[in-house]
């Protein structure tokens, strides 16, 4: 990390009593630079804020927000920016203040030297055995509660034989990667992701690709996938709004081909 | 908030790069100042303990911990203790460092004003509407992923009509309440407490009851408690290390008597 804002100034420490600590009571969004712009900025923004009215309290306006991501990304040429947006300050206790006081905090992080390989040629998918718990209440959000991300990542190290983790839910169903939504092509050319209805995060390149899928013609479906469905798909890939898309080549000791809708999916992905 | 200590030392601000803040990766217990003391002190030493080594990262010594809470006991008539022990500093991404150092956080707070009426008479509880997802890897743990419990405890305001809210799991099964552990007397006079294997925390208060009602010859038994069975039983209590015991009298429409295994429960925590 080299710059830190915390509602709008130059910080690098947080107070304590913030329930984005105590509590994870809050909300994040990884954004992209390149060449100044950010990409899918609105998208961000509006997940953002409804993200903000589902756990109850009110977001900062929309023009300080990108207001603020605009000057943190301003003269970048790449780079990520982590935005969290917390309750505030509260006293000991669940119970959310009546009139709570949002912290902001906007990190900027150099961009990650993924290889340009994985783009090109693949990457390799472990399962996780850490399941994520089916949560209605707080399925699509991108909260601030992520220590099954944690544990699920935890559970391979940096030898360059895996990139990334499948998580399923409790009942077996794919639901996300640890970092990355989930997109499978059938064996009939439907491009398949899983519906987020009762876990994982709502992912705005997940969003773009079906958005940019409909607007091509390329027939979509958002539903339950079971992980056995997994072995009888065309493609696969993952993606979120940092790396883009990276085409799966091997889930476990299952093989991949990469495909002609993953490929587009790819120019979508560098087209936001 | 009057008091708080980072890594032993007065601060009241803590590092943005801090992943009890981005992932809510850390624990924490919360303590009950008495005259000083702080009672069932090696019961919330040995919980934290193991809670670091299910997520992975070395507990502080146990003997820096127990200098650090003491020193901040001393001399308090009455105060809660609140530690939170984080995974320290890390870099962008969900994947723990190899070396964590981690952060320990000690607040001190005024001690809750909750009226004598309510350990005396009783108190009325709701049903959540917000259930615990299932998550056999994080079950049992008091970890800083709480937004299940912020989401509860907002559903109810501070009129005093209710006092606690019970918190099922996807299936129905009874967990705990927002902020208490929940025991339940059958006709035959077995006290039964949800197991934790699936979803809640292990709390320190409900292992001493456990115990002490081993020692006095009450059969107690542990295991999952369907939400239905609880309208035939006929004590409900909620306790925790702070509140001790809050006989139940209301659950949603449901009414109890306050019964002798309640009572003897009060003892029971009051003596910890």
């Known amino acids: 990390m080299?710059?830190?804002?915390?509602?709008?100034?130059?910080?690098?420490?947080?107070?304590?009593?913030?329930?984005?600590?105590?509590?994870?009571?809050?909300?994040?969004?990884?954004?992209?630079?390149?060449?100044g712009r950010i990409p899918l900025l609105d998208a961000h923004l509006e997940r953002l804020r409804e993200g903000c009215g589902r756990l109850g309290f009110i977001a900062t306006a929309d023009e300080v927000l990108r207001g603020e991501l605009r000057h943190a990304a301003?003269?970048?040429?790449?780079?990520?920016?982590?935005?969290?947006?917390?309750?505030?300050?509260?006293?000991?206790?669940?119970?959310?203040?009546?009139?709570?006081?949002?912290?902001?905090?906007?990190?900027r992080y150099p961009w990650p030297d993924h290889p340009a390989s994985w783009q090109d040629h693949g990457?390799?998918?472990?399962?996780?055995?850490?399941?994520?718990?089916?949560?209605?209440?707080?399925?699509g959000l991108k909260h601030l509660n992520r220590l099954e991300q944690v544990l699920a990542r935890a559970e391979w190290?940096?030898?360059?034989?895996?990139?990334?983790?499948?998580?399923?839910?409790?009942?077996?169903?794919?639901?996300?990667?640890?970092?990355?939504n989930v997109f499978a092509v059938t064996p009939e050319g439907v491009l398949v992701t899983p519906d987020m209805n009762r876990a994982g995060v709502y992912g705005?390149?997940?969003?773009?690709?079906?958005?940019?899928?409909?607007?091509?013609?390329?027939?979509?479906?958002v539903r339950r996938l079971p992980?056995?469905?997994?072995?009888?798909m065309r493609?696969?890939?993952?993606?979120?709004s940092i790396i883009g898309v990276w085409p799966v080549v091997r889930l476990g000791e299952?093989?991949?081909?990469?495909?002609?809708?993953?490929?587009?999916?790819?120019?979508?992905?560098?087209q936001a």
């Open 2 to 35: 080299n710059v830190c804002w915390i509602d709008g100034r130059p910080a690098d420490s947080l107070p304590v009593s913030d329930r984005g600590l105590h509590y994870g009571d809050g909300l994040f969004e990884t954004l992209p630079v390149r060449d």
């Open 74 to 107: 301003d003269g970048q040429a790449r780079a990520v920016l982590k935005l969290m947006v917390t309750r505030g300050s509260g006293g000991r206790g669940y119970r959310p203040p009546d009139n709570p006081a949002p912290t902001r905090l906007l990190l």
């Open 123 to 139: 990457v390799s998918l472990r399962v996780c055995t850490t399941r994520l718990g089916i949560h209605p209440e707080l399925a």
């Open 157 to 180: 190290g940096d030898s360059g034989e895996i990139q990334e983790g499948l998580m399923l839910d409790g009942e077996g169903a794919v639901v996300e990667g640890t970092m990355t």
């Open 204 to 221: 705005v390149m997940r969003r773009h690709i079906l958005e940019q899928a409909d607007k091509a013609g390329t027939p979509t479906r």
């Open 227 to 232: 992980f056995a469905e997994l072995l009888g």
């Open 235 to 240: 493609e696969l890939f993952v993606c979120n």
């Open 254 to 270: 299952h093989r991949y081909e990469i495909g002609p809708v993953t490929r587009r999916a790819q120019g979508w992905a560098m």
